[in-house]
Each structure stands twice: as structure tokens, then as C-alpha cells.
């Protein structure tokens, strides 16, 4: 007889898949789809290859996609039929980040006392996606929201993994990383080509250089290539993240939805994406083995 309370195996639904391992092409390195995660590199580094790869597999498991990016736009217009928010002003990032931490604080009046962590079936997954964040940080007149906009990322990371929500934030910049009151919440760090050892001693942290990362020494012709730092297990893991073409991206279409760039809250948790979606996500079938994993 079946037993009711036994957990369900692990699926490539719990996971992102980032690449494969440098030096042993075929193994594929993921984290966990719950993993708040930073993205570090030099510019043309390969981080848009990294959030592609993301949205590509949350657009599969039926996932809502939230966009920041200040940079106008450039980065995450390319994705708007699969967004379901997104903010190319500081202006909007203040309204997306209330929002986000409204919806948070809902949820989690809804199911507090009743259970510790969600998952897809009890509320949407919802992936918010940060491209230089860097950008959110202004002096002068913009200051008190800026301010307020970092406070609400913070906030918003303090509380939302339990709640099926995940964070990615990228950033050009490792020295104005380690001053973001929130960098410690993002436990799960990616460095890309970084310029010095120094830098990547800020990116990551001394002990992911002592443990081999080496992001100053990635080729510029080896955009995608970079170090994987997870601090809840301490492993470091050199890979490469394939490139994704822009017409890949336009061609993102959400899993039953109809892709208005709408808010998605509260519709039905889409179907789990077959192995053979997957196959052609990745290419080749991904696998679940992986120092990284936390299941
Ligand atoms: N995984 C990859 N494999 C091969 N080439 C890549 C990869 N990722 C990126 N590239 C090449 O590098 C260029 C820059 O990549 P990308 O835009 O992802 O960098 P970035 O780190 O986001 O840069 P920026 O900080 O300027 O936004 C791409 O146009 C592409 O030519
Ligand atoms: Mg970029």
C-alpha cells in the first residue's frame, strides 16, 4: 500500500540545471530551484547567458517571472511575453518590490502554523530576476528610494525561499556587492570572469578561492565559464553555462498562459514539464546527481 506521508522523489522540477562541468563535460551542475542566487562577472561575462538559462527552465515548470532591470529595459524586454511583471525604472522597482512583499506577507499569513515550507502545489512559484543591481543603488534626489528599494529586496530575501519564491541578482561589480545589506541572503554565488584574485575574494569568499575557484584566471574568450560557491555545503564546481541566442529567448512562450506581461497570481499550477521537455530545454537529459544538491 501506498504510504500517503512518503516524499515524493526528487524531480528536475526542484532544480535549475546551469551547465556542465569544465573539466567533465557531461556532468551537469544545478542548484536547488529554492537557492537565491548571485551572479557575479565582469561585463560580456556570459550573466545573461545564466538568467536566460533560468527563465528558460522556470518558463517550463509554468513558474511566475519578475523582471528588475534598470538598464531601461535592454536585458528583459527580450523575455516580455513570459513576464509576468517587470520594472525598467527605479519608480517601478519601488511598485514591483511592494508588490512582491505584499504577496509574501499574504502567503504567508495564509499558511503560517500549517506548514514550513511550500511547494508548487500549494502556491505558484515565482522566480524575480535582478540585473545589475547594482543600478538600484543612486545618491542625490533618488536616494530615499533607492534606499527603500534595497531595504525591500532584503526583506523580500529574508523571508521569501520558504514561500516558493527565488531571487537571482546579477552584478558587474563584486566591490558593490559586498556593500548590499542583503549579499549575505544570497547563499548560492556564481562568479563569472572576475578581474583579481581580490575581486573574487569579495565575490565569493576566501574560503571558495582556498577550495580552487579561479574566476580571475577565465579566458575573456570564455564567456559562461565561471565558479559555482555554495555556502550551505561549502563545494565549489567549475562549469560552463551554454549560450542562449536571442532567438531562443523570443521564442519563450509560457506554459498555458497567454504571456501579457500580467501578474499571474493565483492561477492554477501548470502540469510538471515532461522529461522530454526537459531534453529539449537542455539539450541533453540533465542529471540529478550533483554534489550541490540539498534533497
Ligand atoms: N555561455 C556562453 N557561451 C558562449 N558565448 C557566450 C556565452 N554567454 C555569453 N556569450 C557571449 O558573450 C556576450 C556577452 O554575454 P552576456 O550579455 O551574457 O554578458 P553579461 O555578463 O551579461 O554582460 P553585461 O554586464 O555587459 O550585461 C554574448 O553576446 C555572447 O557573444
Ligand atoms: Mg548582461
Redesign the pocket.
Known sequence: MKNPFRRKPPMPSNRYVLGEEVIHPGKYVSIPRSAHLAIL?????????VIANIIKQEVIMGGEIWFIDLKAGM?AANYESVLDRKAYTLDEAEELLSAFNADVDSVAAEWRGKTRNLDDSQVRHRLLVID?AADMIKSGPNKKKSDSCIEMVRSALSRSRALNCTMVV?T?NPRVSTSLPYRSLLLTTLA?RLNSKSEAVMALDEDAVQRGARPWSISFNR??DGYLWDTETNSVRFL????VTDEEIHSLRRVGGDGDGRSGSGSPVPATPSPSEYRGLLRRPPLLRCEMRDE
Open positions: 562577472g565582469e561585463s560580456n561575462s556570459g550573466k545573461g547567458s536585458e545589475e546579477s558587474q563569472l564567456p559562461g560552463h553555462v551554454p549560450f
